[in-house]
């Protein structure tokens, strides 16, 4: 859709109707920026889909500025610290074993157990989001290191579905060029200025 008379396109509003998070062992490589253009990008074998999410626990994204500028002498000159903290967070809704290795840093055995330490999970992984958009614009981003923050089970309710509310702390990573993350856009038909 082109823009209107007021410069407004309705085609490059983000509405997003599916999609699908997937993680892989740290250090396996994320798709080259020519790759995760491709419509139909093939990750590699090593990486494992978490599966459902849940309908209200899509992706929320941060990204903020960590401490105060640095400021010099001469007023009005500051210059950012370059530290940030950046994550990721959704609402997995199926509790299956790979799961519960990324969620907990340890798969269940034959038997179906695991020996939980909560908030102790120092697992990396490389984290690779993918987003639909109505207007058929896809937004991938690859995180070649990231960490579990923070895990809470919705509570438990007859009739609905239980999630596993995870939050993901991305750290920079030299896949990147010491950056937080690759992302790519990739629109229907060409972006309109």
Avoid: C
């Avoid at 699908?20 to 920026?33: Q, R, S």
């Amino acid at each position: 859709m082109a823009a209107d008379a007021e410069g407004n396109d309705i085609g490059l509003v983000g509405i997003p109707i599916t999609g699908f998070l997937a993680w892989a062992p740290i250090g396996t490589a994320i798709p080259a920026k020519s790759e995760g253009a491709e419509l139909d990008l093939e990750l590699a074998a090593a990486f494992a889909k978490v599966g459902l999410i849940k309908q209200d626990g899509g992706f929320d994204w941060t990204g903020e500025a960590s401490g105060d500028a640095i400021e010099f002498w001469q007023e009005g000159y500051s210059v950012p610290t370059g530290l940030a903290n950046v994550t990721i967070a959704a609402t997995l809704a199926e509790h299956k074993a790979k799961n519960q290795e990324l969620l907990y840093g340890e798969a269940p055995d034959a038997d179906g157990a695991a020996d939980i330490e909560e908030a102790s999970n120092d697992k990396r992984v490389v984290l690779f989001s993918h987003e639909v958009f109505k207007s058929g614009w896809i937004r991938r981003r690859a995180m070649p290191n990231v960490g579990v923050q923070l895990v809470k089970l919705d509570k438990s309710e007859r009739g609905s579905v239980q999630g596993q509310a995870v939050t993901f702390k991305v750290d920079r990573s030299g896949a990147v060029g010491n950056r937080h993350y690759r992302q790519w856009i990739i629109p229907p038909v060409p972006v309109t200025p």
